[in-house]
T-cell receptor
Framework: DAGVTQSPTHLIKTRGQQVTLRCSPK?????VSWYQQALGQGPQFIFQ???????QRGNFPDRFSGHQFPNYSSELNVNALLLGDSALYLC????????????????????FGPGTRLTVL | AQTVTQSQPEMSVQEAETVTLSCTYD???????LFWYKQPPSRQMILVIR??????QNATENRFSVNFQKAAKSFSLKISDSQLGDAAMYFC?????????????FGTGTRLTIIP
């Protein structure tokens, strides 16, 4: 059973360019979250996708956009790259548990991929 | 907004000894999850242990255990019988239990070195 996979592993871009990062979720997972991890920092939540729609978004500018495909894989796009966008970009997948009649949704673990290291020159 | 603070940028411990990593957090919610994640040089974030705020009993996973102090908003990780493979960055993280709010909020991490 393949875990979460991300491509490419490393990427070098120049300021002003656009980049697309890709993520394939773990088998059986339908929700994908993206995080940015700057050097020496903890990951910061960018957004989450479910059923091909953005479900939740963190405090990131509109230059950061995403997409989810019918097979649940996802892309993260960043336009007009800045030097400060240099970071490790992590993808995490999870199964979505609906709350249903339960007051408290079931716990659903997020499994992380190995990340894409983006360097902006 | 929730915040997570790790005040120990680096820690070191002798192999086979015990080490405790500290974490504090701030939230207005009464029900939430707390986690410790490990990030080795391979970069992949691995879940070490999870605590549910409504449970008073501290979580344990083999050599890993937590000290959860809800009133103090403190959540420390104890690693017993430290092994060379425990060397990594350790991140404390918070997550709401609210449906639709599943983002993880991480601290800045603690780099753990194991001394042979």
């Amino acid at each position: 059973d393949a875990g979460v996979t991300q491509s490419p592993t490393h990427l070098i871009k120049t300021r002003g360019q656009q980049v697309t990062l890709r993520c394939s979720p773990k088998s059986g997972h339908d929700t994908v979250s993206w995080y940015q991890q700057a050097l020496g920092q903890g990951p910061q939540f960018i957004f989450q996708y479910y059923e091909e729609e953005e479900r939740q978004r963190g405090n990131f500018p509109d230059r950061f956009s995403g997409h989810q495909f019918p097979n649940y894989s996802s892309e993260l796009n960043v336009n007009a790259l800045l030097l400060g966008d240099s970071a490790l970009y992590l993808c995490a997948s999870s199964p979505l548990h609906t709350s249903g009649r339960a007051r408290r949704p079931l716990y659903n673990e997020q499994f992380f991929g190995p990340g894409t290291r983006l360097t902006v020159l | 907004a929730q915040t997570v603070t790790q005040s120990q940028p680096e820690m070191s411990v002798q192999e086979a000894e015990t080490v405790t990593l500290s974490c504090t957090y701030d939230t207005s919610e009464s029900d939430y999850y707390l986690f410790w994640y490990k990030q080795p040089p391979s970069r992949q974030m691995i879940l070490v242990i999870r605590q549910e705020a409504y449970k008073q009993q501290n979580a344990t996973e083999n050599r890993f255990s937590v000290n959860f102090q809800k009133a103090a908003k403190s959540f420390s990780l104890k690693i017993s019988d430290s092994q060379l493979g425990d060397a990594a960055m350790y991140f404390c993280a918070y997550r709401s239990t609210s449906f639709g709010n599943e983002k993880l909020t991480f601290g800045t991490g603690t780099r753990l070195t194991i001394i042979p």
